[in-house]
Every structure is written in structure tokens, then in C-alpha cells.
């Protein structure tokens, strides 16, 4: 058979995205303000963005040949794109376990959703806040609960020498202070 009829697989169209994962039997925490964001990304891809481009497949689709219709090409493969994040996003907030930081507002133990500052043994300090594995961004200092520097510090508290396995090797920090966001005033 020759080579140039044989159909090609959309392999890379159709992987999943890499996710991060959640630990085996573990839960999805995740703060008020995350979960809401997740929410609010779910209901505007469902009811905003997937309309959009359903027109616009349904349009390129009536120009004729499909097979060389670039709108219809793209519309589909982004079509794929929101689907495969809506099943996800649907999938997360499903197993999601909603926790309010601010409910250890003023304690001195690490919690999820603690901002911890804490100092290594060069006397370098640095500052991250204890997130869901979804909603952490890292370059605004926040950390996964199962990141390695999170797993150490919870239940931790003001003072408490620790050990931090890193890949250099074992690294003592100390726990410097600890702050959670204060109560929202109910309406």
C-alpha cells in the first residue's frame, strides 16, 4: 500500500494536557477565591467560548471542502481544546474539598492557605502561601499543598526548625511567621 494513502493519526491534537496530579486517594483543596475562579473559567468556556466557535465550525463547514478549510480545521481543533477543559475543569471541582484559610486567622501553625515566611541556613528568606494544586501560581509565591517545601511546613509553627529535602540535600529552615487572610465580613 502506498504510503501517501495511509491515514495519520491526530496523535498530538488529541493528548491530554499534562495536569497536575492529585495524590492516590488524596483530595483537591482548594481555596473559596480558586474555586470560584475555576467556576467562573468552566461557565465562560461553556457558555461563551464553545458557542463561538460551534458558529464558526458551523459556518466554515458550509464553504465547502473541509479538508483544505482552514476555519473548520482550527475551529475543530480548538473545539477539542475546550472540551477536553471543560471535562477536566468539570472533573476537579467535582472531587474539590473547598477550605477557608481564613478560619486560622491569627494562629501560629501552619494550615492550607497559610502564607509562611521562613528563613534557610544562609539566612535567606522567602515568603510562599499554601495553595491548591489548581490554583497555585509560582510566580506569585504561591506553592501546591503536596509541593515538597509544603509538605514540610504544615503543622509547623513559629519557630520550629525543619528539615527540607531538597535535591542538594537535606536543608534546615526555620519558620519565621505565619499569616492567614482575614474573615470575610458575611452579607
Not at 470560584?36 to 464558526?56: N, Q, T
Not at 477536553?84 to 473547598?98: G, M
Not at 515566611?117 to 502561601?129: F, I, K, L, P
Request: charged share 30%.
Amino acid at each position: 500500500m502506498n504510503k501517501a494513502f495511509t491515514r495519520e493519526s491526530d496523535g498530538e491534537d488529541d493528548d491530554e494536557p499534562v495536569q497536575p496530579p492529585l495524590p492516590a486517594g488524596g483530595k483537591n483543596y482548594i481555596t473559596p477565591q480558586g474555586c470560584a475562579r475555576l467556576r467562573a473559567e468552566l461557565l465562560g468556556l461553556i457558555d461563551d467560548e464553545r458557542p463561538k466557535v460551534v458558529e464558526a465550525v458551523h459556518w466554515a463547514a458550509k464553504n465547502g471542502d473541509r479538508s483544505e478549510n482552514g476555519d473548520y480545521l482550527y475551529g475543530k481543533k480548538r473545539l477539542r481544546e475546550i472540551d477536553r477543559r471543560i471535562r477536566f475543569l468539570t472533573k476537579r471541582l467535582e472531587i474539590a474539598e473547598v477550605t477557608d484559610p481564613s478560619l486560622h486567622h491569627g494562629g501560629e501553625q501552619v494550615f492550607f492557605g497559610a502564607t509562611v515566611t521562613y528563613a534557610d541556613e544562609q539566612g535567606a528568606e522567602r515568603t510562599v502561601t499554601i495553595k491548591g494544586i489548581d490554583e497555585a501560581e509560582s510566580s506569585q509565591g504561591e506553592v501546591s499543598w503536596i509541593s515538597p517545601i509544603a509538605r514540610t511546613l504544615l503543622r509547623a509553627r513559629v519557630g520550629d526548625v525543619l528539615q527540607l529535602a531538597t535535591p542538594a540535600g537535606v536543608r534546615e529552615i526555620e519558620v519565621l511567621a505565619v499569616r492567614y487572610p482575614p474573615p470575610q465580613a458575611s452579607a
